[in-house]
């Protein structure tokens, strides 16, 4: 029975108030959209205690969204966290032997290039491609607790966002303009009605959102994917005591006194906390309980982990006063589908992964990133539009294709482990972020000049760190200013006088339909040139920028302008004005002086 007169309304309705549910209500709330979150356990304090493990990395991409949403200071202040410059030593661990300390000298088996120039390869890339350095492509060495613990606070002072505990969600009823969801409130057992806009599951593997909304997901026969390992895994918190660095290690065991096959692996790794000698430990099971469900049996005593790990650590390493041990298996699920109508699901409840590595929370946090402005956008614009839907199917392609490469990732590492021929500069590259893209993206215009413009269509924008504003005569950065708010940023490009468009995206451009919010989404989001009028020789046209920037606003329409800010680039101090306008432009422009070029270098 659901109880009348206790519905409640929302924009967006979060379901779990994990690492995912509290990112995306903060992110949808800093866009002024309205948001509940339900959780089922009775507190935050204990639902942050059941969650064991979780990341401790923050990529460097993540680091950006950090800064985003402003809480970037308040993670590095947070007990224990530390940041960690070493890119390619974090894929590339210490080995221990047997007990015994191996050269730490770098090895990388990825080619025929030396292993210095490899990592001299990556550095220079970041700097020249993406112009990032130092801190501003660092990891944060943090607890994934500290972090949620971050985003609670921060909600805690949101007037848009309600998170309310013990409340159970139960079912869904969707159609083409709301979602109505049946909860049940755990403390009176009473059940009501929420309706909202979207519903978001963040409720973790089984997630009841999931069953609710993709039962009907008949895809290869199956709701989700889910690959299974073999080999049962032990991981641990505890205080290791030993006389070697605090940073991380790669344990090996090789039978027949360290001449024979591998027999056993883990790894050590220092956890984010004022205690200097809590380490992460993981360590193969031994081979007789690979046969055991893990659900049966109680978490691995210190006593086992011990007896694993006695042969793999260096002589008199001691490990006392354990906080918490699970078992775990090398298994991955991820769901045939992230988004069905107006449900959709985001970090766990999407795609799970083993608790190793760098990539899983960040990943999680990623959906967040992904899903966020996409809700926004279209809640702002009408979702009843269906170039709308199109935008937010785009996020089950985008995210659902970035789990896949998660798993390749973490499978591609341990098959180079067993062969003895790892290649921790790949490694580096593929887990900063930094690099990745959604290259594939249903709603993207990729042209054939893109590779002149160092902004690639559908990646990461590089950090160019010498824009003149002419408002100002004050150098910026792009990174300033796509932090500076939450509006969209358009980019038109120009040349010298007379004033060009000289945009490397100039000659495909999208249809001339006035008003078309597909125009917008579907072109780069760092860079935009369209096109009307004649076209000189040599492929440029003659125009000012105030008939640019008009042609665009006409585009995209007056209400998605509503939400972006216009920035118009050019090569020189030296600004064109023009005259003729049809209409009066929407958006005061500012205008950025890029000298050097350098957002064309390649």
């Not at 950090?66 to 661990?93: F, H, M, T, W």
Request: with cysteine; proline share 4%; hydrophobic share 35%.
């Amino acid at each position: 029975m659901v109880t009348e007169g206790k519905g409640k309304t929302c924009e967006v309705l979060v379901v779990g108030a994990g690492l995912s549910g509290l990112a995306l209500a903060l992110q949808l709330a800093r866009d002024g959209i309205k948001v509940m979150v339900v959780d089922k356990a009775a507190s935050k304090e204990v639902k942050f205690d059941a969650c064991q493990g979780g990341g401790t990395l923050l990529t460097p991409a993540n680091v950006l969204w950090a800064r985003k949403l402003g809480i970037y200071q308040k993670l590095r202040d947070s007990p224990g966290c530390e940041i960690v410059k070493d890119l390619v030593g974090l894929s590339n661990p210490t080995l221990i032997s047997n007990g015994k300390v191996q050269d730490n000298a770098i090895q990388d088996d990825g080619g025929k290039e030396g292993a210095s120039e490899k990592y001299g390869n990556i550095k220079r890339e970041l700097s020249e491609m993406k112009h990032y350095s130092g801190d501003e492509c660092s990891y944060l060495n943090i607890n994934q607790r500290n972090i949620e613990e971050c985003l609670f606070q921060e909600l805690r002072n949101s007037k848009l966002v309600d998170i309310v505990w013990r409340q159970q969600f139960e079912a869904v009823d969707a159609n083409e303009k709301i979602v109505v969801c049946s909860v049940r409130d755990l403390s009176s057992q009473e059940a009501y009605e929420i309706r909202c806009g979207f519903v978001v599951g963040c409720d973790g593997r089984s997630s009841k959102v999931r069953s609710s909304c993709f039962h009907e997901d008949n895809i290869e026969n199956f709701e989700w994917k889910e690959h299974k390992g073999v080999m049962l895994h032990m991981m641990c918190e505890c205080q290791l005591r030993w006389k070697l660095d605090r940073k991380p290690y790669r344990l090996e065991q090789k039978s027949m006194g360290g001449f024979g096959p591998t027999v056993g692996g883990g790894a050590a790794m220092p956890v984010p906390s004022t205690n200097k000698q809590l380490y992460r430990l993981s360590v193969n099971a031994p081979f007789t309980m690979w046969g055991s469900q893990i659900d049966s049996i109680d978490s691995p005593p210190l006593t086992l982990l011990q007896k694993q790990l006695k042969p793999k650590l260096p002589k008199g390493s001691e490990l006392i006063d354990l906080q918490w041990s699970k078992y775990y298996r090398m298994n991955h699920f991820i769901s045939s589908r992230f988004c069905c109508g107006r449900a959709f699901l985001a970090g766990e409840a999407a795609h799970a992964h083993p608790p190793v590595g760098i990539l899983p929370m960040n990943a999680v946090i990623e959906d967040t990133q992904n899903l966020a402005w996409k809700l926004a956008l279209a809640i702002k614009l009408g979702v009843t539009d269906p170039e709308c839907s199109s935008l937010l199917e785009s996020y089950d392609s985008e995210r659902r294709a970035q789990a896949e490469e998660v798993r390749k990732g973490i499978a591609t590492y341990f098959s180079d482990l067993m062969q003895g021929k790892l290649r921790p500069s790949f490694y580096a590259h593929n887990d900063c972020g930094l690099f990745s893209n959604y290259v594939q993206s249903p709603i993207l215009i990729h042209s054939s000049s893109e590779e002149k413009c160092l902004a690639k269509v559908g990646g990461i924008a590089p950090n160019v760190n010498k824009l003149l504003l002419t408002n100002t005569m004050k150098n910026t950065t792009l990174e300033s200013i796509m932090l500076s708010s939450n509006k969209h940023k358009i980019f038109c490009f120009c040349s010298e006088w007379p004033i060009e468009i000289d945009s490397p995206y100039a000659g495909d451009s999208p249809s001339q339909s006035a008003g078309s919010l597909s125009n917008s989404l579907r072109a780069d989001s760092s860079s935009t040139g369209y096109q009307s009028g004649k076209r000189k020789e040599g492929g440029a046209m003659n125009m000012t920028w105030e008939k640019l920037q008009q042609s665009i606003e006409l585009k995209l329409g007056s209400e998605f302008i509503s939400l972006c800010e216009i920035y118009i680039l050019h090569s020189t101090p030296k600004i064109a004005h023009g005259d003729g306008l049809d209409t009066q432009l929407l958006c005061q422009a500012v205008h950025l002086v890029d000298e050097e070029g350098l957002f064309k270098k390649v």
